[in-house]
């Protein structure tokens, strides 16, 4: 099975970037559709971006769309989020989230990922 652990959370002022990263070991990332979800304090763990099996993703249209991209590094067995004009309301816990019964479709429940990293905060000044 996979293990994921993220990465490249932190404090950033509004309208900056970060990039997050999900590293996989145990097993091959491209054998799972990954999922990268958020949850704030006292909210629950939404959907944020998704990569499937075969490579093509989808982000939430609501929230992060055409400011969050999601992309997968083979080399490197890693998926990241790379997050662009931040607002103090992506403040949140983001985890990566491993789902191997799935190919092209993505699912954005939580309760379909059976695998998940630890979470990286992030938070978003004014």
């Known amino acids: 099975q996979v293990q994921l652990i993220e990465s490249g959370g932190g404090l950033v002022q509004a309208g900056g970037s970060l990039r997050l990263s999900c590293a996989a070991s145990?097993?091959?990332?491209?054998?799972?559709?990954i999922s990268w979800f958020r949850q704030a304090p006292g909210k629950e763990r939404e959907f944020a971006a998704a990569?499937?099996?075969?490579?093509?993703?989808?982000t939430d249209e609501d929230s992060v769309k055409n400011r969050f991209t999601i992309d997968r590094d083979n080399a490197n067995n890693t998926v990241y989020l790379q997050m662009n004009a931040l607002k103090p309301e992506d403040t949140a816990v983001y985890f990566c989230?491993?789902?191997?019964?799935?190919?092209?479709?993505?699912?954005?429940?939580?309760?379909?990922?059976?695998?998940w990293g630890q979470g990286t905060q992030v938070t978003v000044s004014l």
């Open positions: 989230a491993a789902d191997e019964n799935r190919y092209y479709s993505m699912s954005r429940s939580p309760a379909d990922y059976a695998y």
């Open positions: 990569i499937s099996r075969s490579g093509s993703t989808t």
């Open positions: 145990g097993d091959t990332v491209s054998r799972y559709v």
